[in-house]
């Protein structure tokens, strides 16, 4: 077996994440066939020490996975005939944030932690600044999932993008995948942890969160199971968030509740996605921020 770098299996990571896979380092002799086969191919595995092995796929035989409970079943099958899409115009936005303490709330995190975030953009020195929020961009051409070694990030049908806490090693590789910076890591202990004992995990909500695992925004998976619209869709008091399936090229707003064509909006509105170049196919549209009213200087009224 060779060790290699941490650093260099990341550069090649995109060629092996088909293949690489994550071991045991006392159990990795146990997966191994027959010695006396001819070496093959090499391939690059982390083991659960966090030390990169080489070693030849001859020597492997494939790992059998944990079987799916009920409820990670059920949260990996999404709605059926459904096609989650987002969008968010951007002249309504005045970064009053409520979006931001909706979602903390829902989904356990800290006052430090967000799974969507509120950047202040400007386009040119010439133009106004106007804020932008950021969630999950729920790709159909996900890279985050195509680097996790166990499958604990995933795509479902409905085009939702979840995280399986109960599959996670903590690795990292989705973070650094994510060209839009959408993951965090859980470093310390979850908000209000002591409420959440003995509570059993809910995949869509990702609740209870834990410890050492990666969280994101998930377009409260939960929320819209029960017919309602994600938490910080319902929480904008401005009318910056518009929510709906595709399918039925119908969105919601969930300030004014109004329900309009979702293809007319984004065409009318000359909507666009965030890093088209990248192919990653956003379910999240935005509308530029023409015809704004207000002054951008912070206020949250």
Known sequence: MEKQSRRKFMKTLGATAGTAGVLGGSGMLASCNRVEEVAGDKITLLTSSGELVVVDKAQLKPAEMPSLSENQKRGREGLPNRSWVMVIDLSKCRNARECMKACQSHHQLRPEQHHINVLQMQDTEYTSPYFMPKP????????????CPVNATFKREDGIVLID????????????ACPYSARIFQWGEPRDAEKYEGVTYNIEANVPQKKGTISKCLFSADRLREGELPSCVSACPNGV???????EDAVTNGTTKETVSFSKLIEEGAAYTLMEELGTKPRVYYLPPRGRAFPVDGNNS
């Open 136 to 147: 999950c961009q729920h790709c159909d051409n996900p890279p985050c999932t195509k680097v």
């Open 241 to 247: 968030y518009w929510f709906g399936d595709r399918n």
């Open 165 to 176: 806490n109960e599959r996670c090693i903590g690795c990292r590789f989705c973070v650094a």
